[in-house]
């Protein structure tokens, strides 16, 4: 059972556009969220995060929005740039005894076009 | 300041053989954390340490699979007997300390492919 679904596989968007990149989750119990970006032959590294007391969080080209209600979060970049081109995973926790333990989701193949 | 350092980057064997990935994290890092990422999937977290001790491995499947952080630096993760299912990347994560909020930093990665 997949706790966290990033539904698109992969996006293609033009330079200069915006990227919008989806995930949903299930557990009612997650309360902390990570987006990651990932380079082919290269470890994740860690984009943005957001707690469940916020709904939106911004860092420079990068905001994500978190939908408590609907279980849903989102990661906008904008403009879009082709070293954007990447794996973008959604994690999600909850508030555990052992303080991280990060669910991820399948990853969504975002593709800047020039 | 060095990255998370994993080695060997790629790995062939056949079933039913064992294999073992080293991590380095980065120096001063308590927490380290092993993860396996299958083809189409997200990272799951196997296995993950806070200085030489264990804090979770509850998704670890100890029938195969150990792992040890001994003076609480370096890593190794073995498998025995590696079955086909085992095919994945496995990757080595660090940070600071414990903590949901702190930022884990992710080796590149130890590709296993076993036929």
Redesign the interface.
């Known amino acids: 059972d997949q706790q966290?679904k990033q539904n698109s596989p992969s996006l293609s968007v033009q330079e200069g556009r915006i990227s919008i990149l989806n995930c949903d989750y299930t557990n009612s119990m997650f309360d902390?969220f990570l987006w990651y970006k990932k380079y082919p032959?290269?470890?994740?590294?860690?984009l943005i995060?957001i707690s469940s007391i916020k709904d939106k969080n911004e860092d420079g080209r990068f905001t994500v929005f978190l939908n408590k209600s609907a279980k849903h979060l989102s990661l906008h970049i904008v403009p879009s740039q082709p070293g954007d081109s990447a794996v973008y995973?959604c994690?999600a926790?909850a508030?555990d005894n052992?303080?991280?333990?990060?669910?991820?989701?399948?990853?969504t193949r975002l593709s800047v076009l020039p | 300041e060095a990255g998370?350092a994993q080695s060997p980057r790629y790995k062939i064997i056949e079933k039913r053989q064992s294999v073992a990935f080293w991590c380095n994290p980065i120096s001063g890092h308590a927490?380290l954390y092993w993860y396996q990422q299958i083809l189409?999937?997200?990272?799951?977290?196997l296995i993950?340490f806070q200085n030489n001790g264990v804090?979770?491995d509850s998704q670890l499947p100890k029938d195969r699979f150990s792992a040890e952080r001994l003076k609480g630096v370096d890593s190794t993760l073995k498998i025995q007997p590696a079955k086909l299912e085992d095919s994945a990347v496995y990757?080595c994560?660090s940070?600071p300390k414990?903590?949901?909020?702190?930022?884990?930093?992710?080796?590149?990665?130890t590709r296993l492919l076993v036929l």
């Open positions: 966290v902390y032959a290269e470890g994740p590294t860690f995060s995973f994690a926790s508030r052992y303080g991280q333990n990060f669910v991820f989701g399948p990853g | 998370v927490t189409g999937q997200g990272p799951k977290l993950q804090v979770d990757l994560a940070s414990r903590g949901r909020t702190e930022t884990q930093y992710f080796g590149p990665g």
